[in-house]
């Protein structure tokens, strides 16, 4: 059975730092070619924020968080993490991981097949 569950949220000052882990079961990360983070925020669309390639040579990032997280994956253990620095209100949000196959668009929620069921970070200013 293909599962994630994600873990490490919570609340934040601004400024401060957080580190998501995710873990897979089964063989996902023989199976599918790419580990997603998306978030959601309450009224906002649901958006990627950094994906890895699950053979862990190519990484991508959002304009948003560019230069302030890092994605990472460790296949021996099943994970995937997001280092979350310089944490703004703006980063508050559900934030979910997910394992898929995309052809086309990385960034694409639709190309993405299993999720996790969320945790929640809060940043207050």
């Known amino acids: 059975q293909v599962q994630l569950m994600e873990s490490g949220g919570g609340t934040v000052q601004a400024g401060g730092s957080l580190r998501l882990s995710c873990e897979a079961s089964g063989y996902i990360f023989a199976h599918y070619s790419c580990m997603m983070w998306f978030r959601h925020a309450p009224g906002k669309e649901r958006r990627g924020v950094a994906v890895?390639?699950?053979?862990?040579?190519?990484?991508y990032y959002s304009d948003s968080v560019k230069g302030r997280f890092t994605i990472s994956q460790d296949n021996e253990k099943n994970m995937l993490y997001l280092q979350m620095d310089s944490l703004t209100p703006a980063d508050t949000a559900m934030y979910f991981c997910?394992?898929?196959?995309?052809?086309?668009?990385?960034?694409?929620?639709?190309?993405?097949?299993?999720w996790g069921q969320g945790t929640q970070v809060t940043v207050s200013s």
């Open positions: 997910a394992a898929g196959t995309p052809g086309g668009n990385w960034f694409d929620p639709d190309e993405y097949v299993h």
């Open positions: 890895i390639s699950t053979s862990g040579d190519r990484s």
